[in-house]
């Protein structure tokens, strides 16, 4: 284990002179629970508010890098070769259309990493290895957060991102079956914060795809309020269209369209967020 269990927000988002930055993962093994949309939406609302943001898209789907305008065609060193080893993290970092957020994309290869892979000793390492070493190399912009998508799974690419992840970032969907998984997703956390990275924890539960004039995305909050009380964001991402909308035009809703409901959600996300961050901050200090 490294300096940074004995002193986990060294370097954090606000620090000066530091260097490691806050690495959040966004995890939920269902799909399509709003795991992608939080991470282009967040990330950009995070570096509109002027910090410096790196996603990594850890989904062979490459839905992230879609989504902020990185076509395929266009990725050519991708997380997968970071993982493999071929490549440093710092290498296949892209610019993408938002001033401030930078991306490493994905493809499918991604798929296939997690059978090339299961026999060495350091496979649930690789991507902390990476974000270690890219924090230290000195040679380009310095990153204050990290946002990893994940992929629909507890995989090993999960796993990766758990491993590397100061917390764990849950978005939830405000549905029926909105908790059904979230204790395995659970169990999965303590598993890890036991025996891979004690610092785990889960930073918070975004509810997304609110609807207020649905009874059942009232009482799915309720419940939800209930169980995991104030880890739950006061701030819900509504179900709004022009979230949904963004990506085909290969851009974060925030460029898309500032004023709708959901970028003004996901500004005020990146806001709560941050005053989390400060608040775990002090009360470490
Ligand atoms: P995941 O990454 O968890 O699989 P996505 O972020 O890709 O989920 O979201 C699944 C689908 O729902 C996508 O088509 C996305 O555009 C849409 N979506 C996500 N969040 C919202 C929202 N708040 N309102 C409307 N549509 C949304
Ligand atoms: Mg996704």
Same mark, same amino acid.
Not at 129 to 149: C, S
Not at 166 to 179: R, T, Y
Not at 234 to 239: F, G, H, Y
């Given at each position: 284990?490294?300096?940074?269990?004995?002193?986990?927000?060294?370097?954090?988002?606000?620090?000066?002179?530091?260097?490691?930055?806050?690495?959040?993962?966004?995890?939920?093994?269902?799909?399509?629970?709003?795991?992608?949309?939080?991470?282009?939406?967040?990330?950009?609302?995070?570096?509109?508010?002027?910090?410096?943001?790196?996603?990594?898209?850890?989904?062979?789907?490459?839905?992230?890098?879609?989504?902020?305008?990185?076509?395929?065609?266009?990725?050519?060193?991708?997380?997968? $070769?970071?993982?493999?080893?071929?490549? +440093? !993290?710092?290498? &296949?970092?892209?610019?993408?259309? #938002?001033?401030?957020?930078?991306? *490493?994309?994905?493809?499918?290869?991604?798929?296939?990493?997690?059978?090339?892979?299961?026999?060495?000793?350091?496979?649930?390492?690789?991507?902390?290895?990476?974000?270690?070493?890219?924090?230290?190399?000195?040679?380009?912009?310095?990153?204050?957060?990290?946002?990893?998508?994940?992929?629909?799974?507890?995989?090993?690419?999960?796993?990766?991102?758990?491993?590397?992840?100061?917390?764990?970032?849950?978005?939830?969907?405000?549905?029926?079956?909105?908790?059904?998984?979230?204790?395995?997703?659970?169990?999965?956390?303590?598993?890890?914060?036991?025996?891979?990275?004690?610092?785990? $924890?889960?930073?918070?539960?975004?509810? +997304? !795809?609110?609807? &207020?004039?649905?009874?059942?995305? #009232?009482?799915?909050?309720?419940? *939800?309020?209930?169980?995991?009380?104030?880890?739950?964001?006061?701030?819900?991402?509504?179900?709004?269209?022009?979230?949904?909308?963004?990506?085909?035009?290969?851009?974060?809703?925030?460029?898309?369209?500032?004023?709708?409901?959901?970028?003004?959600?996901?500004?005020?996300?990146?806001?709560?967020?941050?005053?989390?961050?400060?608040?775990?901050?002090?009360?470490?200090?």
């Amino acid at each position: 284990m490294t300096d940074q269990n004995s002193a986990p927000f060294s370097g954090s988002a606000t620090g000066r002179g530091s260097v490691r930055p806050r690495v959040l993962a966004l995890a939920n093994q269902k799909g399509g629970v709003g795991k992608t949309t939080t991470a282009i939406n967040l990330g950009t609302a995070l570096a509109a508010i002027g910090e410096k943001v790196l996603v990594v898209d850890l989904d062979p789907q490459g839905n992230a890098s879609t989504g902020l305008g990185v076509e395929a065609r266009e990725r050519k060193l991708i997380s997968y $070769d970071v993982l493999m080893g071929d490549v +440093t !993290m710092r290498e &296949s970092i892209v610019t993408t259309c #938002v001033p401030g957020l930078n991306l *490493v994309p994905a493809t499918q290869d991604l798929a296939s990493f997690e059978l090339q892979i299961s026999g060495e000793k350091d496979r649930n390492f690789r991507l902390r290895n990476a974000l270690e070493v890219l924090a230290r190399d000195g040679q380009g912009p310095q990153f204050t957060y990290v946002l990893v998508d994940c992929p629909p799974s507890l995989s090993l690419l999960t796993l990766n991102a758990m491993v590397a992840a100061d917390a764990i970032l849950v978005p939830l969907q405000c549905e029926f079956f909105a908790l059904e998984g979230l204790s395995q997703l659970r169990s999965t956390v303590m598993q890890v914060r036991a025996a891979l990275n004690p610092r785990l $924890d889960i930073q918070g539960v975004v509810l +997304t !795809m609110f609807d &207020s004039r649905n009874k059942l995305s #009232v009482q799915v909050e309720k419940d *939800v309020r209930e169980v995991f009380g104030a880890k739950v964001y006061e701030t819900m991402i509504p179900r709004n269209v022009r979230l949904s909308e963004a990506p085909s035009y290969g851009k974060p809703a925030l460029l898309y369209d500032l004023k709708c409901a959901g970028s003004q959600a996901y500004l005020r996300l990146a806001s709560e967020i941050i005053r989390r961050e400060q608040a775990l901050r002090a009360a470490v200090a």
